[in-house]
């Protein structure tokens, strides 16, 4: 089987961190974005992921070379000249996609993080035998997205409807899909949404369906939502392998160290926290609800909560960063500072207090 992982642009919702790399290459639980779907679909037996890229895919090419070799998958490349929104990639990818076996290749958002339960996906597409299967999601606030309108027996998709005034379904596309061949054949090579022109097409000549993805999801493309997805993600972690989380007196709920990383006396962390390779947190810190990446180091009694700390930064002691402060890449954050959502670019070095959330250039 073959995926298509929608990569798409700059990953401006995700600076500063996506100034160092391209978005599916930052972070999240201590690796990659993109690693975590690669993984699952490896698992269901798919043996080649294109790339739909319109931006840096050297970077990205030369990063995931190595795991092309660990997990025995080839990882190509797809690249826009021009944007071609999320269908137009795979009229572009055709030939990498298309082998003459006939069978059903999957397509994913890149920004979705979920337990990617593709088996049951495989078997559900199968079982009704149509053209395109997409799974959705529930959601609390159903007005803010396009809303999904299927049989609640069958998962038939009946119609869709963007950002309904009264309720008609609380349940959304959550950028999951396996797609037939036959799919393919209704794309032009043009800039074209699959949500929107595609989808509905397929939905009124009754060939889509939809199954109910089972456990969490989040699309984690922009800061809030990504320390959110690190809690479900965390929580799904202790339901399905809680041997993976960290033990000990210091850890407070779901907490993921990497086995590199040193953790000084008297700290306190948790819940909802991962701390990367290489990572110094030194005695009487306080972590809780952030993201540690690879290679920081955390001076004595800082306080860090609701926050991503960049790769190879420095927080300095008796620091407080909270409220969705992001340090960049190579951050140096002096002792005793206060950071109140203050977003800062790679290489800087933060003397003063930011008091307020603002981006420091």
Known sequence: MKA???????GTRLRPLTLSVPKPLVDFANK???????????????TEVVLAI???????????KDFEDQLGIK?????ETEPLGTAGPLALARDKLVDGSGEPFFVLNSDVISEYPFSQLIQFHKSHGCEATIMVTKVDEPSKYGVVVMEEETGKVERFVEKPKIFVGNKINAGIYLLNPSVLDRIELKPTSIEKEIFPKIASDQKLYAMVLPGFWMDIGQP??????LRLYLDSLRKNSPSKLAKGVHIVGNVLVHESAVIGEGCLIGPDVAVGPGCVVEPGVRLSRC????????????????????WHSTVGQWARI???TILGEDVHVGDEVYSNGGVVLPHKEIKSSILKPEIVM
């Open 224 to 229: 809030r939502d990504y320390i959110t997805g």
């Open 32 to 46: 990659p974005m993109i690693l975590h779907q690669i993984e699952a679909l490896k698992d269901v037996g798919v």
């Open 291 to 310: 993201t540690v990446m690879r290679g920081v180091r955390i001076k004595k009694h800082a306080c860090i909560t609701s926050s991503i700390i960049g």
């Open 54 to 64: 319109n931006y840096r895919p050297e970077v990205m090419l030369n990063f995931l």
């Open 75 to 79: 990882i190509t490349c797809s690249q």
């Open 322 to 324: 909270e409220n969705m």
């Open 4 to 10: 298509l992982i929608l990569v798409g642009g700059f």
